[in-house]
């Protein structure tokens, strides 16, 4: 059994590996690709099953054990969102297929796209299932060096522009967190999760918060919180929709799953967590406020993308177990619905050549499943009942009623306020591009790079896979009462770390 905690990791390297050295084949790169996902979604679901019946499954490397040693640990939240994000790469990668045999034909192959993609799969996956900060650090550059080749491959000077916001952020991040990393084992001499929890409690008060506020910024960068969201706006869009759309779903969610992760199981809070309470209803705010000034489609999703991560954040902050079930429940939904958006955005684009809402209309006549596409995602972002973004809201408006505080409270009422600025933003989006009069598609402004737009054609892969996803919100809302249950064991066990740590640990505690 332990060996299927590794297979998540090992399984897209070595793929990545013979897809690069084997180039020149592109069916081979498409069916490998496709294959090792899909094994990944059945070991994840084992994973999910085993450790929701019997605990967490631990391997430790090499056969040394903790805290020397590199632990692989799955436990209900790790298996959980390695399931849900399997699915997700699984339906972009089908959907990036189509998009490539559309526009460039089958012979033509990638010696880039297929090996970075599988490799950035591998960093989320440890990243999921790492069991100490190095291991999140190397999972996090894995990501990070796979997402900086797929966000400036192929493209033109302005994106490259733009993707150079997301380096320049993400190695002051990287520089930030090794640099944090150095002052734990500095001051506790071990960087094991499971290990950290009794060491830190034994430090002066002033160094716990000092360490646990540098934590919050190196995760909350990554995860875009407010106010150090500002590259995520700038870079995401200009990426081809695939790309976009595994980016925008999984990577700032591994933020912050790294957030709950060591806020739970290394430092302890008051309950609720005023300060984690301010920074989420700041970040709702100031995301659902700039999507509304938006005219471009992909930015807009952009902002809205951090006003919800504020959510996630607000369930953090009243810390207690309904808070993390409604926090849990929400970056299963989203991760989903988020990928979704933009894989959509990625079809209007297609028939219409422009991001801009302003050029475009008529698209419910023209391309009615994309109205449909569209529609059944954005009324779940907003919270209509009884998609899973109701279901996830309203796990967390119940966690902010009980926590008993004014801050609570007030974050209760962003979460009202915000929901409805999002279903005011995702009606503005349609009533522009898909209401009113067919408009003929503008032309590709920049042919020779890899984002094709105005073709007004999509293939049945592209459809299917954004198809695929948006069944994938709504089977999250039909079991939302099995989920709601792991979830809410998943946050039992995040708020009482025992289990974790003998797992872990066992008799070297």
Request: one cysteine or more; hydrophobic letters at 55%; aromatic letters at 8%.
């Given at each position: 059994m332990?060996v299927?905690?590794?297979?998540?990791?090992?399984?897209?390297?070595?793929?990545?590996?013979?897809s690069?050295?084997?180039?020149?084949f592109?069916?081979f790169?498409r069916?490998?690709?496709l294959?090792v996902?899909?094994a990944?979604?059945?070991?994840a679901?084992v994973?999910?099953y085993?450790?929701d019946?019997t605990?967490?499954?631990v391997?430790q490397?090499?056969?040394?054990?903790?805290p020397?040693g590199i632990t692989?640990i799955?436990?209900?939240?790790?298996?959980?969102?390695?399931v849900v994000?399997?699915v997700?790469?699984?339906?972009v990668?089908i959907y990036?297929?189509?998009?490539?045999l559309t526009?460039?034909?089958?012979e033509r192959a990638?010696?880039t796209?297929?090996?970075m993609?599988l490799?950035?799969?591998?960093g989320v996956s440890?990243a999921?299932?790492?069991g100490?900060l190095f291991?999140?650090?190397?999972?996090?550059?894995?990501m990070?060096s796979s997402?900086?080749v797929?966000?400036t491959r192929?493209?033109?000077a302005?994106?490259v522009?733009?993707?150079?916001?997301?380096?320049i952020?993400s190695?002051t991040?990287?520089?930030l967190?090794i640099?944090?990393?150095a002052?734990v084992?500095?001051a506790?001499a071990?960087?094991?999760l499971?290990?950290?929890?009794?060491k830190?409690?034994?430090?002066p008060?002033?160094l716990?918060v000092?360490?646990?506020?540098?934590?919050v910024?190196?995760?909350g960068v990554k995860?875009a919180?407010?106010?150090?969201?500002?590259w995520?706006?700038d870079s995401?869009?200009?990426?081809?929709?695939?790309v976009?759309?595994?980016?925008?779903?999984l990577?700032?969610k591994?933020?912050i799953?790294a957030l709950?992760?060591?806020?739970?199981?290394?430092?302890?809070h008051?309950q609720?967590?005023?300060?984690?309470l301010v920074?989420?209803l700041?970040?709702?705010?100031?995301g659902?406020?700039?999507a509304?000034?938006?005219?471009d489609l992909?930015?807009?999703l952009?902002?809205?993308?951090v006003s919800?991560i504020g959510?996630?954040?607000?369930?953090?902050?009243?810390y207690d177990?309904?808070g993390?079930?409604?926090?849990?429940?929400?970056v299963?939904?989203?991760?989903?619905?988020?990928?979704t958006?933009?894989?959509v955005?990625?079809?209007?684009?297609?028939?219409?050549g422009t991001?801009?809402l302003?050029?475009m209309?008529g698209?419910?006549?023209?391309?009615p499943?994309?109205?449909?596409l569209?529609?059944?995602?954005a009324?779940?972002?907003a919270g209509?009942?009884?998609?899973?973004g109701?279901?996830a809201?309203?796990a967390l408006?119940?966690?902010?009623a009980?926590?008993?505080t004014?801050?609570a409270?007030?974050?209760?009422g962003g979460?009202?306020?915000?929901?409805?600025?999002?279903?005011?933003a995702?009606?503005?989006?349609w009533t522009?591009?898909f209401?009113?009069?067919?408009?003929?598609?503008e032309?590709d402004?920049d042919p020779?790079?890899?984002?094709?737009?105005?073709t007004?054609?999509?293939?049945r892969?592209?459809?299917?896979?954004?198809?695929v996803?948006?069944?994938?919100s709504?089977?999250i809302a039909?079991?939302a009462?099995p989920?709601?249950?792991v979830s809410?064991?998943?946050?039992?066990d995040l708020?009482?770390?025992?289990?974790y740590?003998?797992?872990?640990l066992?008799?070297?505690?």
């Amino acid at each position: 059994m332990t060996v299927l905690v590794a297979l998540p990791v090992l399984l897209p390297l070595a793929a990545a590996g013979m897809s690069l050295a084997l180039g020149r084949f592109a069916d081979f790169q498409r069916i490998i690709g496709l294959v090792v996902l899909a094994a990944i979604i059945v070991d994840a679901g084992v994973l999910l099953y085993a450790t929701d019946r019997t605990g967490p499954v631990v391997l430790q490397v090499g056969g040394w054990a903790a805290p020397a040693g590199i632990t692989l640990i799955a436990d209900r939240l790790s298996a959980l969102l390695l399931v849900v994000s399997a699915v997700v790469t699984f339906a972009v990668l089908i959907y990036s297929i189509g998009q490539r045999l559309t526009d460039y034909g089958r012979e033509r192959a990638s010696t880039t796209f297929h090996p970075m993609y599988l490799v950035l799969c591998a960093g989320v996956s440890l990243a999921y299932l790492a069991g100490d900060l190095f291991n999140l650090f190397v999972a996090f550059e894995i990501m990070l060096s796979s997402s900086y080749v797929l966000i400036t491959r192929r493209t033109t000077a302005s994106r490259v522009r733009a993707g150079m916001t997301y380096v320049i952020v993400s190695l002051t991040s990287s520089l930030l967190f090794i640099t944090m990393i150095a002052l734990v084992y500095a001051a506790t001499a071990t960087v094991n999760l499971a290990d950290l929890g009794d060491k830190v409690a034994l430090l002066p008060e002033g160094l716990q918060v000092a360490l646990g506020l540098l934590m919050v910024i190196v995760f909350g960068v990554k995860a875009a919180m407010v106010p150090l969201h500002f590259w995520l706006p700038d870079s995401y869009p200009t990426a081809p929709a695939p790309v976009t759309a595994v980016f925008a779903g999984l990577l700032t969610k591994v933020g912050i799953y790294a957030l709950i992760r060591t806020q739970t199981l290394v430092f302890s809070h008051e309950q609720p967590w005023t300060l984690m309470l301010v920074i989420a209803l700041i970040t709702m705010l100031v995301g659902a406020l700039g999507a509304l000034a938006q005219n471009d489609l992909n930015r807009m999703l952009s902002f809205l993308l951090v006003s919800h991560i504020g959510y996630m954040l607000f369930g953090l902050g009243v810390y207690d177990v309904i808070g993390l079930t409604g926090v849990i429940l929400y970056v299963v939904h989203h991760i989903t619905v988020q990928a979704t958006l933009f894989l959509v955005s990625g079809l209007i684009t297609r028939h219409t050549g422009t991001v801009a809402l302003s050029r475009m209309g008529g698209l419910a006549k023209a391309a009615p499943m994309i109205a449909v596409l569209f529609a059944l995602p954005a009324l779940s972002l907003a919270g209509v009942p009884p998609f899973s973004g109701f279901v996830a809201k309203l796990a967390l408006l119940q966690a902010g009623a009980g926590a008993g505080t004014w801050p609570a409270y007030a974050v209760t009422g962003g979460v009202v306020f915000t929901s409805l600025l999002t279903l005011y933003a995702m009606a503005r989006v349609w009533t522009r591009a898909f209401w009113g009069q067919v408009r003929a598609p503008e032309p590709d402004p920049d042919p020779d790079d890899e984002l094709v737009v105005g073709t007004g054609n999509s293939t049945r892969p592209m459809v299917a896979a954004t198809g695929v996803l948006v069944t994938a919100s709504v089977v999250i809302a039909l079991f939302a009462g099995p989920l709601a249950g792991v979830s809410e064991r998943a946050a039992d066990d995040l708020m009482h770390g025992e289990t974790y740590r003998e797992a872990v640990l066992g008799g070297a505690r």
